[in-house]
């Protein structure tokens, strides 16, 4: 019999609050780095900074990687589908993108006063910063863990897409993109439906501070959107399809009148 596969389904849930736990930690350690930049010091400590923060996104970037293989393999045996298969774990994010993705967090640090600004006064500035480099490495983390699942679901013969699961909370385009379902692997198994030639690069877009989830489908299963997606999908239908370059505004301002669930 054809299991029913959702992004509100219990396993997406318990997969959701795993990967929260695991960013709430994430955040925490990121918070705590703060002791390596020296405020008196700001040019000679920042590398000690940088370093310890990588450290971080790596460890806890295998982390995510772990626990998206692990839902990859009970979702799997949850759809009773045949063969065995152990996905591999996602590549950490190249250096080089880790370091400019910190540089960029805390560039406001180094903010001077100009002649038509004041900057900020320091402890501003770092909590900026701060705040900042939480959402980065929220991103390098989680995006291991959802390139993960993405790179089973192309390995894996008897997987045939993911849906994108996002919290009620979410903004508009990561409702836009999980109201849109299940995505096809490959273009050979998309049927004419939706897959990821047609939604752009948008389905494997996750922006900075994004708790957006990846849910695997296999073969035999059927993908039901939530009632919350669902929701969206019909917002979006009603108000914002057929007016090309203009759709995420429209379905943002329909999602703000008529959705019961709040934008960030
Ligand atoms: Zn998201």
Redesign the pocket.
């Known amino acids: 019999m054809a299991s029913t596969v959702s992004d509100g389904g219990d396993s997406a849930g318990r997969y959701r609050r795993a990967q929260r736990g695991l960013t709430r930690l994430l955040l925490r350690d990121v918070a705590r780095l703060r002791r390596f930049l020296n405020p008196a010091r700001l040019q000679e400590s920042f590398p000690d900074w940088l370093s310890a923060a990588d450290e971080v996104v790596a460890q806890y970037g295998d982390m995510a990687a772990s626990l998206a293989a692990q839902f990859f393999e009970a979702e799997r045996d949850g759809a009773g589908v045949p063969e065995a298969f152990t996905p591999e774990l996602a590549r950490r994010p190249p250096p080089e993108q880790v370091e400019a993705s910190l540089r960029w967090a805390a560039h406001g640090i180094w903010t001077a006063e100009s002649d038509t600004q004041v900057a900020d006064p320091l402890d501003v500035r770092l909590d900026a910063a701060e705040r900042q480099a939480e959402a980065v490495a929220q991103k390098l983390v989680l995006d291991q863990g959802r390139e993960t699942i993405r790179q089973a679901v192309r390995e894996d013969r008897q997987a045939v897409g993911y849906a994108r699961a996002?919290?009620l909370g979410?903004?508009s385009?990561?409702k836009l993109m999980a109201s849109r379902g299940m995505v096809y692997a490959t273009a050979g198994t998309a049927g004419g439906d939706a897959n990821e030639s047609f939604l752009g690069d948008g389905a494997a877009k996750?922006?900075n501070s994004?708790?957006?989830c990846v849910i695997p489908v296999f073969r035999g299963q059927r993908f039901e959107l939530s009632s919350h997606a669902a929701e969206w999908d019909r917002l979006y239908q009603e108000y914002a399809q057929g007016h090309p370059g203009d759709q995420l505004r429209l379905f943002r301002r329909a999602l703000a009148e008529h959705d019961k669930h709040p934008l960030p």
């Open positions: 996002a919290a979410a903004c385009f990561c996750y922006h994004c708790n957006c």
